[in-house]
């Protein structure tokens, strides 16, 4: 089966840039998705296809994926960015694979 | 606007069944494949199943399988999950989400997300 590694969690100071990954064997010949969690709340699609944001994400959101890593990048980072992060990717042996999700915290 | 509702959640008995209902609106919900995705206490999502637009195909993660069904009843906007010999491990937020599929990418994600309803499975 098909794993999505994660960090648990995630610095980032106000205004400055996070970057959470999400490791997979060759993740890069997949398209990845990546889901924004509030507590409380329902998932949010930020990134869709490894680099597309859905209409409403503010543009301080962008993806890359190469290789064995995809990357969620938070440019300007605010105290409304604090959730936890998902990975997502679609296997032919797993279907929908989630990553274990990563907790980004704003200081 | 668009907009998923879920309910049918609450506190079941090991070895018991449940209903979960998912009322779709603002779209135009027999073109899109639907799916289930839960989250249990103070833990990540994980997928449980996917139908598709006609119903005609349907996929389950394998904790799940011979256990759940998923359905849908395009007439009536609506999707399912019969959840039968439930056990403790199935206790969670059960969240309905709006599939984006290209099957020729390879490429299934969720662009829209119910608020989700809440399984207990305890005694």
């Known amino acids: 089966s098909y794993e999505l590694t994660q960090p648990l969690s995630v610095s980032v100071a106000l205004g400055q840039t996070a970057r959470i990954t999400c490791g997979g064997n060759n993740i890069g010949s997949k398209n990845v998705h990546w889901y924004q969690q509030k507590p409380g709340q329902a998932p949010v699609l930020v990134i869709y296809?490894?680099?597309n944001r859905p209409s409403g994400i503010p543009e301080r959101f962008s993806g890359s994926n190469s290789g064995n890593t995809a990357t969620l990048t938070i440019s300007r980072a605010q105290a409304g960015d604090e959730a936890d992060y998902y990975c997502?990717?679609?296997?032919?042996?797993?279907?929908?694979?989630f990553g274990g999700g990563t907790k980004l915290t704003v200081l | 606007e668009v907009q998923l509702v879920e309910s049918g959640g609450g506190l079941v008995q090991p070895g018991g069944s449940l209903r979960l209902s998912c009322a779709a609106s603002?779209?135009?919900?027999?073109?899109?494949?639907m799916s289930w995705v839960r989250q249990a206490p103070g833990k990540g999502l994980e997928w449980v199943a996917n139908i598709k637009q006609d119903g005609s195909e349907k996929y389950y993660v394998d904790s799940v399988k011979g256990r759940f069904t998923i359905s849908r009843d395009n007439a009536k906007n609506s999707l399912y999950l019969q959840m039968n010999s439930l056990r403790a491990e199935d206790t969670a937020v059960y969240y309905c989400a709006r599939v984006i599929v290209v099957v020729e990418m390879h490429d299934y994600y969720m662009d829209v997300w119910g608020k989700g309803t809440t399984v207990t499975v305890s005694s």
């Open positions: 603002g779209f135009t919900f027999s073109s899109y494949w």
């Open positions: 296809r490894d680099s």
């Open positions: 997502q990717v679609w296997d032919s042996s797993t279907a929908m694979v």
